[in-house]
């Protein structure tokens, strides 16, 4: 028989359907999050300092200020930054050398 | 005075919470879509051919008729089809010569 | 002491030299992939079905006629395809029942 | 006439292989900087400090401290930072309020 079942057939249908319902209000969601950078933005605020620090507060105050350290750190290696970098996390770094 | 204002302030939490809601909303729907494929290729369906579904359903017959068509007529162009393709479809191509 | 040994500093600028090296190359190579796909179209091609050749000639033939007929079923079970699927794979379906 | 022209045929291989090549050495590469990634992190490396150097270095000094400057001003405001912001970018800011 080169066809589903008919119970398969539903099956498929109601796998199909829902998912893209599920679909249909994730994309509605991205744009409400668009909007609001944009509505943001349209009374000054910076949205990439806004976008950054909804990455940053995804993140523990202690993981957020090891890898501040750890960066800078790197860029006064690299001669990207004029103040020499917080001793505390330069330990780990120790294992670099 | 290097600091926002309090009134500043507060819009800023606004937006960010807000769009940290959002963001926990969009994360879910993600995972729920996830789930439902995951479900899917429980009871046996294919789950490729299932994304591959969802996104032919979202062009129209006529989109999707063309495009197979365009396609075929490359295909069989490259030997990757033993078939003849339609020719109905096969004018469009007639600019690429 | 809270900065890097010089050696640590010499071999982190060479890491991240050689990092931007090998992103620039890579850069112009994703520019030039563009270009061709744009002379492509310049000369009457069908760009959406370039991509989709260049994708199906990852895959041997017999995965891509195992997906095609999968797929076909489905499509035939959600009624965006007339004709009857071909049987030879259909097999692998009967789990979906 | 369902088919391609020879011209055009050949033509589409042209473009076809092209673009593979150009495919395969970008694959390449990516790999090459995977690579690069993995060995800074077998001598001690930090790679998300790394890769934050490699994207910080595609901006200039100015535009990576007036990002810095601002996002500082913002995460003080939502109590993410103890120390009060540098003032000289903060005027920028002011049109947040």
């Keep these: 028989m080169s ?5 398969a057939q539903n099956q498929l249908r ?3 359907e829902q998912i ?18 944009t509505e943001a933005k ?3 605020f910076d949205v990439k300092a806004l976008r ?4 940053l507060r995804k993140k523990s105050n202690e993981e957020r ?6 960066l800078e750190v790197y860029m006064h ?6 103040t020499v970098p917080d001793t505390s996390v330069v330990d780990k770094m120790m294992a670099a050398e």
């Design 3 to 7: 066809t589903l079942q008919a119970s």
């Design 14 to 16: 109601q796998f199909v």
């Design 20 to 37: 893209e319902r599920l679909e249909e209000e994730k994309k509605q969601l991205a744009s409400d999050i668009r909007d609001k950078y």
């Design 42 to 44: 349209s009374v000054g």
């Design 52 to 55: 950054q620090i909804v990455r």
């Design 65 to 70: 200020q090891e890898e501040e350290s750890i």
């Design 77 to 82: 290696a690299l001669g990207m930054l004029d």
